[in-house]
């Protein structure tokens, strides 16, 4: 079932039109589901002007409730979603091993997206991005989400988290009324953690999302369109250890974007071991805990 997908548009200073908070796609966990972590959560503007239909779906799935054990991944994709996305080495999990940890997270390359069959290039690509989400009772909660500097790119420009303006074309886009365009692309990398009433952190949030607007000028020099065109979520990942019955539905929450390190590592990342070609995987061990911490604990037959 697609994630319902929310946008608030803000307009900028001149006339392009820019997406500037970001609650998109929400991984949300329902009642009963710890942790859980999506691939790709997609929106596609209706915009008859550029004869461009509404398209909203989800691909790529794992989740875990209190009884524990692991999920792989589901990638399915009823609702089309790789009409659009070409994913490479996706990965997904979401493992509970209660009382010991409770963790989920992502690892893929997006080979193109694009949101037309017409487009002249793919509108976004990107090296491998990492998203994690874990809690353990002998450590903090973590959330983390890893992409190399420069590794995504909309129309092969480079785009770092923060706001980025991209010139297009109508070919590049796939637009035939369209000559030339300014896009504006607003990367939230989500990191969050959040506290339960009484207790220390218990949910924590994890996830790449790319807003995309822009304005569309014809060849007589009108303007056919400004305002949003997309907006994408990768590996949209979230751990909740509060009780059912206070169970919220947090969704991704965008936080102030870090200050860019040397080494370019995030500000906080689960343990991790090396993959293949080198670069870290997810953890794959479980810490071990004696003790069956408050609020995560296994509940009785």
Not at 72 to 81: A, F, K, L, S, T
Not at 121 to 135: A, E, K
Not at 165 to 191: E, F, K, N
Not at 243 to 262: C, N
């Amino acid at each position: 079932m697609a994630t319902t997908l929310r946008s608030l548009l803000l307009t900028a200073t001149g006339s392009v039109a820019v997406l500037g908070a970001v609650l998109a796609m929400r991984a949300t966990a329902a009642t009963g589901e710890f942790v859980l972590v999506r691939g790709v959560e997609l929106e596609i503007r209706g915009i008859p002007a550029l004869g461009q239909e509404a398209f909203t779906g989800s691909w790529g799935r794992a989740s875990m409730g209190s009884s524990g054990g692991e999920d792989g991944g589901d990638w399915d994709d009823p609702d089309g979603v790789r009409a659009f996305v070409s994913l490479a080495g996706r990965q997904l999990r979401a493992r509970v091993a209660a009382p010991v940890s409770w963790e989920a997270g992502g690892r893929f390359r997006v080979r193109h997206l694009r949101l037309n069959p017409r487009a002249g290039l793919p509108l976004l690509v990107t090296g491998t991005v990492r998203t994690g989400v874990s809690w353990r009772p002998s450590g903090p909660v973590g959330s983390s989400v890893v992409a190399a500097p420069g590794s995504v790119a909309v129309l092969g420009q480079p785009v770092e988290a923060g706001t980025t303006s991209i010139p297009a074309t109508g070919v590049q886009l796939g637009y035939p009324g369209v000559t030339t365009a300014v896009l504006t692309v607003v990367r939230t990398d989500v990191r969050k953690t959040s506290p339960h009433t009484g207790g220390g952190p218990r949910a924590a949030e994890a996830g790449m999302t790319l807003a995309i607007s822009g304005r569309m000028v014809g060849a007589s020099g009108d303007v056919v369109y400004d305002g949003p065109l997309a907006e994408v979520t990768l590996g949209g990942a979230s751990v909740d250890c509060a009780p059912d019955a206070a169970r919220r539905e947090p969704g991704l929450t965008p936080s102030p974007a870090p200050a860019p390190t040397p080494s370019g590592a995030p500000a906080s990342a689960p343990p991790t071991t090396g993959g293949p070609d080198g670069t870290p995987m997810f953890a794959d061990s479980l810490l071990g805990m004696l003790a069956v911490p408050a609020d995560c604990s296994r509940p009785s037959a």
